[in-house]
Nanobody, 123 residues
Framework: QVQLVESGGGLVQAGGSLRLSCVASGRTFSNYDMGWFRQAPGKEREFVATISKGGESTYYGDLVKGRFTISRDNAKNTVYLQMNSLKPEDTSVYSC????????????????WGQGTQVTVSL
């Protein structure tokens, strides 16, 4: 089992920045590829970003490319999501997820999920 706990969400004005963190425990963090997803009320879960086990490969959803950056620190068992130039449409619950099979944009590929952290972007 892998336990994931997100933090760093909050309320920010459009154009601002937030950094989300996700701390993992339970198993060797570096054995897992990590992803960030988001889900707004009434909408389907949406892929945001993914990073490979060693951090050498990253991939982003089209809506966040160029604004968000995923990174990880395996010594701290933590994956980050730096979010810049935030827009009201980025408002959502952001969740991190882990899987051992490889980086993926597909939510069902992931085995472990955090509880999520709310990000609200105001005009």
């Amino acid at each position: 089992q892998v336990q994931l706990v997100e933090s760093g969400g909050g309320l920010v004005q459009a154009g601002g920045s937030l950094r989300l963190s996700c701390v993992a425990s339970g198993r060797t963090f570096s054995n897992y590829d990590m992803g960030w997803f988001r889900q707004a009320p009434g909408k389907e879960r949406e892929f945001v970003a993914t990073i490979s086990k060693g951090g050498e490969s990253t991939y982003y959803g089209d809506l966040v490319k160029g604004r968000f950056t995923i990174s990880r620190d395996n010594a701290k068992n933590t994956v980050y999501l730096q979010m810049n130039s935030l827009k009201p449409e980025d408002t959502s619950v952001y969740s991190c997820a882990a899987n051992a099979r490889g980086p993926s944009t597909t939510a069902r590929w992931y085995d472990y999920w955090g509880q999520g952290t709310q990000v609200t972007v105001s005009l």
